[in-house]
Protein backbone atom coordinates (compact mmCIF):
# COMPACT_ATOMS: atom_id res chain seq x y z
CA UNK A 1 0.00 0.00 0.00
CA UNK A 2 1.32 3.85 -0.47
CA UNK A 3 0.51 6.29 1.69
CA UNK A 4 -1.56 9.84 0.77
CA UNK A 5 0.05 12.84 1.86
CA UNK A 6 -2.84 15.75 1.19
CA UNK A 7 -1.81 19.27 -0.03
CA UNK A 8 -4.99 20.91 -0.29
CA UNK A 9 -8.96 19.82 0.58
CA UNK A 10 -12.17 20.73 1.68
CA UNK A 11 -14.48 18.54 3.57
CA UNK A 12 -18.15 17.80 1.98
CA UNK A 13 -19.71 16.21 4.76
CA UNK A 14 -23.13 14.71 3.88
CA UNK A 15 -26.34 12.54 5.09
CA UNK A 16 -24.87 9.30 3.93
CA UNK A 17 -20.96 8.41 4.92
CA UNK A 18 -20.51 6.90 1.16
CA UNK A 19 -21.21 10.46 -0.46
CA UNK A 20 -19.35 12.26 2.08
CA UNK A 21 -15.32 12.83 2.36
CA UNK A 22 -13.58 15.88 0.50
CA UNK A 23 -12.43 17.05 -2.78
CA UNK A 24 -8.52 18.06 -2.66
CA UNK A 25 -5.03 17.38 -4.01
CA UNK A 26 -2.45 15.20 -2.78
CA UNK A 27 0.38 12.97 -3.50
CA UNK A 28 0.87 9.35 -3.03
CA UNK A 29 4.31 8.19 -1.62
CA UNK A 30 6.46 5.15 -0.90
CA UNK A 31 8.29 3.11 1.18
CA UNK A 32 4.72 0.74 1.28
CA UNK A 33 2.58 -0.55 4.12
CA UNK A 34 2.81 -4.39 4.07
CA UNK A 35 0.29 -6.57 5.75
CA UNK A 36 0.71 -10.64 5.54
CA UNK A 37 -1.51 -12.51 7.12
CA UNK A 38 -0.21 -16.36 7.69
CA UNK A 39 1.96 -19.12 9.36
CA UNK A 40 4.10 -16.41 11.41
CA UNK A 41 4.25 -12.81 11.95
CA UNK A 42 5.47 -9.92 14.18
CA UNK A 43 1.86 -8.84 15.04
CA UNK A 44 2.74 -5.22 15.47
CA UNK A 45 0.34 -2.91 16.67
CA UNK A 46 -2.40 -1.72 13.72
CA UNK A 47 -4.24 1.65 13.98
CA UNK A 48 -7.86 1.16 15.45
CA UNK A 49 -9.59 1.15 12.41
CA UNK A 50 -7.66 -1.63 11.02
CA UNK A 51 -8.30 -3.39 13.84
CA UNK A 52 -11.94 -2.86 13.43
CA UNK A 53 -11.89 -4.21 9.76
CA UNK A 54 -9.95 -7.89 11.23
CA UNK A 55 -12.75 -8.04 13.78
CA UNK A 56 -15.50 -7.09 11.51
CA UNK A 57 -14.94 -10.42 8.99
CA UNK A 58 -13.60 -12.68 12.26
CA UNK A 59 -9.81 -12.76 10.71
CA UNK A 60 -7.90 -13.96 13.84
CA UNK A 61 -4.24 -15.21 12.20
CA UNK A 62 -1.34 -13.56 13.26
CA UNK A 63 -0.09 -11.18 10.75
CA UNK A 64 3.43 -9.30 10.06
CA UNK A 65 2.92 -5.63 9.79
CA UNK A 66 5.31 -3.47 7.59
CA UNK A 67 4.40 0.30 8.31
CA UNK A 68 7.66 2.06 7.50
CA UNK A 69 5.37 5.91 8.36
CA UNK A 70 3.52 6.71 11.35
CA UNK A 71 0.18 7.81 12.26
CA UNK A 72 -1.29 11.18 13.02
CA UNK A 73 1.45 12.15 11.09
CA UNK A 74 -0.75 13.24 8.08
CA UNK A 75 0.39 10.09 5.45
CA UNK A 76 -2.60 9.14 5.65
CA UNK A 77 -1.52 5.75 7.59
CA UNK A 78 -4.83 5.09 8.92
CA UNK A 79 -6.36 4.98 5.74
CA UNK A 80 -3.26 3.00 4.58
CA UNK A 81 -3.65 0.10 6.72
CA UNK A 82 -7.37 0.10 6.99
CA UNK A 83 -7.44 -0.65 2.89
CA UNK A 84 -4.98 -3.20 3.53
CA UNK A 85 -6.98 -5.08 6.23
CA UNK A 86 -9.38 -5.19 3.93
CA UNK A 87 -7.48 -6.24 0.95
CA UNK A 88 -6.90 -9.61 3.41
CA UNK A 89 -10.58 -9.97 3.81
CA UNK A 90 -11.29 -9.76 -0.29
CA UNK A 91 -8.56 -12.27 -0.66
CA UNK A 92 -10.72 -14.30 1.70
CA UNK A 93 -13.19 -14.09 0.06
CA UNK A 94 -15.40 -12.19 2.28
CA UNK A 95 -15.94 -8.98 0.35
CA UNK A 96 -16.05 -8.16 -3.14
CA UNK A 97 -12.64 -5.66 -4.16
CA UNK A 98 -15.17 -2.62 -4.84
CA UNK A 99 -17.34 -3.11 -2.08
CA UNK A 100 -13.69 -3.91 0.27
CA UNK A 101 -13.06 -0.11 -0.68
CA UNK A 102 -16.49 1.79 -0.14
CA UNK A 103 -15.82 -0.29 3.29
CA UNK A 104 -12.72 1.24 3.94
CA UNK A 105 -13.75 4.70 3.46
CA UNK A 106 -16.82 4.10 5.39
CA UNK A 107 -14.70 3.37 8.48
CA UNK A 108 -12.11 6.19 7.78
CA UNK A 109 -15.45 8.85 7.59
CA UNK A 110 -16.97 7.26 10.76
CA UNK A 111 -14.10 7.37 12.95
CA UNK A 112 -13.10 10.67 11.51
CA UNK A 113 -9.55 9.39 10.39
CA UNK A 114 -9.90 10.72 7.16
CA UNK A 115 -12.10 11.59 4.26
CA UNK A 116 -10.36 11.72 1.15
CA UNK A 117 -7.79 9.57 1.95
CA UNK A 118 -9.27 5.67 0.40
CA UNK A 119 -10.49 7.92 -2.81
CA UNK A 120 -7.33 8.60 -3.42
CA UNK A 121 -5.60 5.62 -2.73
CA UNK A 122 -8.29 3.75 -4.95
CA UNK A 123 -5.64 5.67 -7.88
CA UNK A 124 -2.69 5.50 -5.80
CA UNK A 125 0.12 6.71 -8.20
CA UNK A 126 1.91 10.25 -7.92
CA UNK A 127 0.09 13.71 -8.10
CA UNK A 128 -4.16 12.53 -7.16
CA UNK A 129 -6.88 15.39 -7.37
CA UNK A 130 -10.30 14.48 -6.10
CA UNK A 131 -12.59 16.25 -8.43
CA UNK A 132 -15.62 14.78 -6.53
CA UNK A 133 -16.11 13.55 -2.65
CA UNK A 134 -17.04 10.41 -1.92
CA UNK A 135 -16.20 6.33 -1.44
CA UNK A 136 -14.48 4.57 -4.55
CA UNK A 137 -17.30 4.62 -7.28
CA UNK A 138 -19.16 7.41 -5.92
CA UNK A 139 -16.38 10.29 -5.79
CA UNK A 140 -14.10 11.00 -8.75
CA UNK A 141 -10.45 11.10 -8.77
CA UNK A 142 -7.24 11.23 -11.31
CA UNK A 143 -3.44 10.85 -11.43
CA UNK A 144 -0.70 12.28 -12.79
CA UNK A 145 2.98 10.90 -12.82
CA UNK A 146 5.92 13.28 -11.09
CA UNK A 147 8.53 14.10 -13.11
CA UNK A 148 11.49 12.00 -13.11
CA UNK A 149 14.09 14.74 -11.69
CA UNK A 150 11.71 15.65 -8.47
CA UNK A 151 12.65 14.01 -5.20
CA UNK A 152 10.47 14.17 -1.73
CA UNK A 153 11.15 15.20 1.70
CA UNK A 154 9.23 15.36 4.70
CA UNK A 155 9.72 17.04 8.03
CA UNK A 156 7.88 15.85 11.04
CA UNK A 157 7.05 18.40 13.94
CA UNK A 158 4.56 16.81 15.83
CA UNK A 159 1.11 14.76 16.12
CA UNK A 160 -2.26 15.89 15.09
CA UNK A 161 -5.72 14.15 14.48
CA UNK A 162 -7.58 14.47 12.30
CA UNK A 163 -11.01 15.58 13.76
CA UNK A 164 -8.49 18.11 14.93
CA UNK A 165 -7.44 19.40 11.68
CA UNK A 166 -11.67 19.23 10.98
CA UNK A 167 -12.04 22.35 13.33
CA UNK A 168 -9.47 24.53 12.19
CA UNK A 169 -10.88 28.39 10.56
CA UNK A 170 -13.35 28.20 7.62
CA UNK A 171 -11.05 30.53 6.21
CA UNK A 172 -8.75 27.97 5.45
CA UNK A 173 -10.97 25.90 3.35
CA UNK A 174 -12.41 28.57 1.81
CA UNK A 175 -8.57 29.61 0.15
CA UNK A 176 -8.20 25.57 0.08
CA UNK A 177 -10.91 25.50 -2.40
CA UNK A 178 -9.45 29.00 -4.26
CA UNK A 179 -6.50 27.20 -5.19
CA UNK A 180 -8.39 23.38 -6.06
CA UNK A 181 -10.03 25.35 -9.06
CA UNK A 182 -6.75 26.52 -10.13
CA UNK A 183 -5.69 22.78 -10.49
CA UNK A 184 -9.06 21.95 -11.32
CA UNK A 185 -8.70 23.70 -14.93
CA UNK A 186 -5.20 22.76 -15.15
CA UNK A 187 -4.22 19.40 -13.99
CA UNK A 188 -0.31 19.28 -14.32
CA UNK A 189 2.74 19.44 -11.83
CA UNK A 190 3.66 22.76 -12.46
CA UNK A 191 -0.12 24.27 -11.45
CA UNK A 192 0.27 22.26 -8.28
CA UNK A 193 3.83 23.00 -7.13
CA UNK A 194 2.55 26.79 -7.18
CA UNK A 195 -0.97 26.70 -5.87
CA UNK A 196 -0.18 24.51 -3.16
CA UNK A 197 3.51 26.37 -2.26
CA UNK A 198 1.41 29.70 -2.50
CA UNK A 199 -1.83 28.18 -0.43
CA UNK A 200 0.99 27.45 2.45
CA UNK A 201 2.76 30.91 2.06
CA UNK A 202 -0.88 33.15 2.04
CA UNK A 203 -1.77 30.87 5.18
CA UNK A 204 1.27 31.18 6.89
CA UNK A 205 1.60 27.41 7.54
CA UNK A 206 4.83 26.66 7.86
CA UNK A 207 5.21 29.36 10.70
CA UNK A 208 2.46 27.78 12.65
CA UNK A 209 4.78 24.06 12.98
CA UNK A 210 7.94 25.46 12.90
CA UNK A 211 10.32 28.42 13.84
CA UNK A 212 12.62 27.04 11.41
CA UNK A 213 10.63 28.36 8.19
CA UNK A 214 13.63 30.59 7.13
CA UNK A 215 15.97 27.40 7.21
CA UNK A 216 13.37 24.85 5.08
CA UNK A 217 12.57 27.92 2.24
CA UNK A 218 16.56 27.98 1.70
CA UNK A 219 17.06 24.00 1.45
CA UNK A 220 19.31 23.73 -2.25
CA UNK A 221 17.63 22.70 -5.25
CA UNK A 222 13.72 23.58 -3.15
CA UNK A 223 11.00 23.33 -5.89
CA UNK A 224 8.31 24.20 -3.56
CA UNK A 225 6.49 23.14 -0.49
CA UNK A 226 3.85 22.56 1.37
CA UNK A 227 2.40 21.68 5.26
CA UNK A 228 0.01 18.91 6.24
CA UNK A 229 -0.98 19.05 9.59
CA UNK A 230 2.33 19.57 11.44
CA UNK A 231 4.29 17.86 8.70
CA UNK A 232 6.29 19.83 5.56
CA UNK A 233 6.84 18.25 2.48
CA UNK A 234 9.19 19.53 0.44
CA UNK A 235 9.82 18.91 -3.42
CA UNK A 236 13.88 18.65 -4.42
CA UNK A 237 15.47 19.51 -7.41
CA UNK A 238 17.41 16.06 -8.26
CA UNK A 239 20.61 17.53 -9.36
CA UNK A 240 20.88 19.21 -5.32
CA UNK A 241 19.00 15.89 -3.55
CA UNK A 242 22.33 15.49 -1.50
CA UNK A 243 23.11 19.35 -0.92
CA UNK A 244 20.14 19.98 0.49
CA UNK A 245 20.17 16.15 3.07
CA UNK A 246 23.26 17.57 3.78
CA UNK A 247 21.77 21.14 4.39
CA UNK A 248 19.05 19.83 6.39
CA UNK A 249 20.78 17.35 8.22
CA UNK A 250 23.54 20.09 9.21
CA UNK A 251 20.46 22.40 10.23
CA UNK A 252 19.05 20.00 12.48
CA UNK A 253 16.11 19.01 11.10
CA UNK A 254 15.27 15.38 11.07
CA UNK A 255 13.57 14.26 7.88
CA UNK A 256 12.54 11.23 5.87
CA UNK A 257 12.89 9.94 2.36
CA UNK A 258 10.11 9.35 0.53
CA UNK A 259 9.56 8.26 -3.42
CA UNK A 260 6.70 8.94 -5.66
CA UNK A 261 4.18 5.90 -5.78
CA UNK A 262 4.23 3.98 -9.09
CA UNK A 263 1.06 1.93 -8.65
CA UNK A 264 -1.63 1.75 -6.20
CA UNK A 265 -3.65 -1.07 -3.79
CA UNK A 266 -2.24 -4.60 -4.58
CA UNK A 267 -3.53 -7.67 -2.58
CA UNK A 268 -2.16 -11.16 -4.10
CA UNK A 269 -1.72 -14.71 -2.38
CA UNK A 270 2.21 -15.45 -1.69
Known sequence: MPYHITALFSPKIKKDPLDSGSIGVGIAVEPRLKL????????????????????????????????????????????????ATEMIAFLKGKISYF????????????????????????????????????????GKVDCINFPKKVNIISIEFGQMLTKDLLNIDKDYYTKSEERLNYIFENFNFDSFINNVKEFTDEMKLLDTITDKKDVIIKTPGLIGYYVKKKMSVLFIDEDYYYDALSYLKNN?????????????????YD
Not at 54 to 78: C, D, R, V, W
Not at 111 to 118: A, H, M, Q
Not at 128 to 134: A, D, N, T
Open 36 to 83: CVGNSGNNLQLPYTAEEVLKKYNINETYSLSMPLPIKIGYGSSAASTI
Open 99 to 138: DAMKDAHLVEIENFTGLGDVLALSCGIGIILRLKEGAPGI
Open 252 to 268: NLNFKILRPSTHGVEAW
